[in-house]
T-cell receptor, first 114, second 120 residues
Framework: QQQVKQSPQSLIVQKGGISIINCAYE??????FPWYQQFPGKGPALLIAIRPDVSEKKEGRFTISFNKSAKQFSLHIMDSQPGDSATYFC?????????????FGKGTHLIIQP | GAGVSQSPRYKVAKRGQDVALRCDPISGHVSLFWYQQALGQGPEFLTY????????KSGLPSDRFFAERPEGSVSTLKIQRTQQEDSAVYLC??????????????????FGPGTRLLVL
């Protein structure tokens, strides 16, 4: 499967700050890019997702920025809170055709310091 | 409503033992996925069911891995002759519609809490 490369591996942000996690993909055939949040001992939960026909999507404090030409997308968490401390995964998938599941990045361990 | 449930939550097996992991998807969900998550890594796709049909099993790492969903609801992932490299968290996810045929965004995949398998 084509990889999606995620960085940084870990991130420490002060409470109230902006957390930024980046991902880069290789295959332009993918047209669905979600971000998942995972707490210890839990399964991943969808946070926000985007298609490449838009450059930005915002839901509350969470924003995805998408750069189609650079094949990159990023998650911005505004006003980061200690409850946001978790592992975040970007992923890629298809909206039409195929049944090969989602391809996930390796994850970013985010710590929000109070 | 109830989410995706998985059992057991933890399983310790001796090398060479067979194990069976169960997934109860959200009621009415057509699509069901299995993923394997190694420690400190992202989930990796194993297999996909649409109702009872296994449409993709390209991610299964070996022929020791077998999955079924005979009545289109509960699914079981079976691992025969377990090896130490099989130690991981096995995640199940379900989604309401048919994968890949969403008119707009893909159907959200809802994950269960996973089964943590440790092979000694």
């Amino acid at each position: 499967q084509q990889q999606v490369k995620q960085s940084p591996q870990s991130l420490i942000v002060q409470k109230g700050g902006i957390s930024i996690i980046n991902c880069a993909y290789e295959n332009t055939a993918f047209d669905y890019f979600p971000w998942y949040q995972q707490f210890p001992g839990k399964g991943p939960a969808l946070l926000i997702a985007i298609r490449p026909d838009v450059s930005e999507k915002k839901e509350g404090r969470f924003t995805i920025s998408f750069n189609k030409s650079a094949k990159q997308f990023s998650l911005h968490i505004m006003d980061s809170q200690p409850g946001d401390s978790a592992t975040y995964f970007c992923a890629q998938g298809h909206t039409g055709g195929g049944a090969d599941g989602l391809t996930f990045g390796k994850g970013t361990h985010l710590i929000i310091q109070p | 409503g109830a989410g995706v449930s998985q059992s057991p939550r933890y399983k310790v097996a001796k090398r060479g033992q067979d194990v069976a992991l169960r997934c109860d998807p959200i009621s009415g969900h057509v699509s069901l996925f299995w993923y394997q998550q190694a420690l400190g890594q992202g989930p990796e796709f194993l297999t996909y069911f649409q109702n009872e049909a296994q449409l993709d099993k390209s991610g299964l790492p070996s022929d020791r891995f077998f999955a079924e969903r005979p009545e289109g609801s509960v699914s079981t992932l079976k691992i025969q002759r377990t090896q130490q490299e099989d130690s991981a968290v096995y995640l199940c996810a379900s989604s309401l519609g048919v994968y890949g045929q969403g008119g707009g965004m893909q159907e959200t995949q809802y994950f269960g809490p996973g089964t943590r398998l440790l092979v000694l």
